[in-house]
């Protein structure tokens, strides 16, 4: 039997599509994908064992928690969890996919959903108490809106919210699902920043009102006797408000499982009195100046396009610690002193240089800086290119014959991944330049500004923030007024050694001014 002749570009082309096919294989077995799917099918396994207890059946106390549902119950339980966990999961998918591509954040949120659910299964044992489920579902909102954004939590804790009716023993209940996006939509956008102390109090005492609003128009609703209408009210107000001091008490457990830091935290470390800002200000004074300078147009930049000033501010404030080991080779801390990089061959200034980069993640690690601020050290140069220094290679390779690339002369990265910290990059380089110019006028400085941006833009340094055009040109414009205002011209003073007979003179012109005034 004689074998068919494949035709050879037939068969490049099957060979091609096999490539592909098992590329794309390769790369979803190597994406957070499978482990996602793991947790997703644990989570649904974890909320089943909860919501298939039996709490009604007489049986229940008397055999220690042991009694579950029949078996067709959870089933039809599981298909629904199944349906709830997957939405939420899509959900994540389009709206915060940095939790999918970091597992642990995702075991965090699973987490935080199935202790909840536990809390409002035990809270609910008696029908007489169900309402204390308001409190876990007003804590879900809290949470999710300090950890990520508004939006995420409003949806997020809708999908805790239904599963949460479930986890009370009976499918109650339209009342109690309102009730608890009363308290999750007050929280949701009365919480877009935590400043102070008491920013928790002051939301939970409206979420507390609003709570207790809606469970009393509910009851009036459904005709309940006063009596028991009032008493889930305020069972309902009195768990939200439980749930705003508690979570106060637990705020930075909560930052650190999350990996995030509030406004307050914030705050916190703007303090000039912070241990690693007091030895930045006393090791490297030039250093600090500079910082303190970035902060304050990178934030005023920052609030132009709705992105988090503040948190651009105490950013800049640490973006340059790493130069405290070796201040003096940077030129702000020379103080007019030899620069010590003439002393230098170009690639082993480029290793000093490049080196403040790492030497500043090392210290924010040893001082125990929130992951939040980390990023602005690692990222405030990118991959950009050290131009003095590759300048000064390309000279001497001339005379040496020695090969020099762009790639020997560029910061490791990585790119900034936010607006702020792109903001940051920018602030930075834009004010290190305008200390160049000889002539600060605005004009000069929109100029320099804009290059310095277009500069970076076509580098690709903005490759991996959501940067828009729009708002690089905001940004610019804030730049360029802020640093021309810095860096302001002034009216020269008259010399304090002048000739007498020019002061005389000058006396004399001001006595006959003074008499043709009087005239």
Known sequence: MTKKKVNARRQRV??????????????????????????????????????????????????????????????ALGVIVGIIAVGAAVYIHAYQPRIIARPIRTVALASLFWLLLAATRLLSLSEKWMYLATGTAVACAIVLTIAYDQRFAIGMTMFYAILACFAV???????????????????????????????????????????FITALALGVIQSLPMRQTLFQSGVAAGATFAVGVILQAFLPIIESAFGIATSMTLLDYSDANQPLLRKLALDAPGTFSHSLLIGSIAENAAETIGANGLLCRVGAYYHDIGK?????????NQMGLASRHEQLSPAMSQLVIVGHVKDGIEIAREF?????????????????????????????QDERQMPVTEAEFRYPGPKPRSKEAAIVMLADAAESAARTLTDAAPTKVESMVHHIAMKRLQDGQFDECELTLRELSRIEASLSKSLAAHHHGRIAYPKLNEPTATKNGNEQNMVKLAEQDSR
């Not at 339209?174 to 009363?182: G, I, K, P, R, S």
């Not at 050290?377 to 220094?389: K, P, V």
């Open 368 to 396: 125990g800086l929130p992951a939040v601020l980390r990023q602005f050290i690692e990222t405030h140069h990118g991959t950009t290119l050290m131009e003095y220094f590759y300048n000064e290679a390309r000279k001497k």
């Open 14 to 75: 099957r060979e091609t599509i096999a490539s592909g096919r098992f590329g794309r294989l390769s790369s979803v077995v190597n994406s957070p994908i499978p482990v996602g799917l793991l947790i997703l099918a644990c989570f649904i396994a974890a909320t089943l064992a909860i919501l298939g207890l039996d709490t009604g059946h007489e049986e229940f106390y008397a055999q220690g928690f042991r009694v579950f549902r029949p078996w067709p119950q959870i089933a």
């Open 169 to 211: 023993g009976q499918i109650a209940t339209v009342e109690l699902f309102l009730t608890m996006m009363a308290g999750i939509m007050v929280c949701c956008f009365s919480l877009r920043e935590i400043r102070t102390r008491k920013k928790l109090i002051e939301v939970s005492l409206f979420a507390t009102l609003a709570v």
């Open 324 to 332: 405290i080991n070796k201040p003096t080779y940077f030129v702000e």
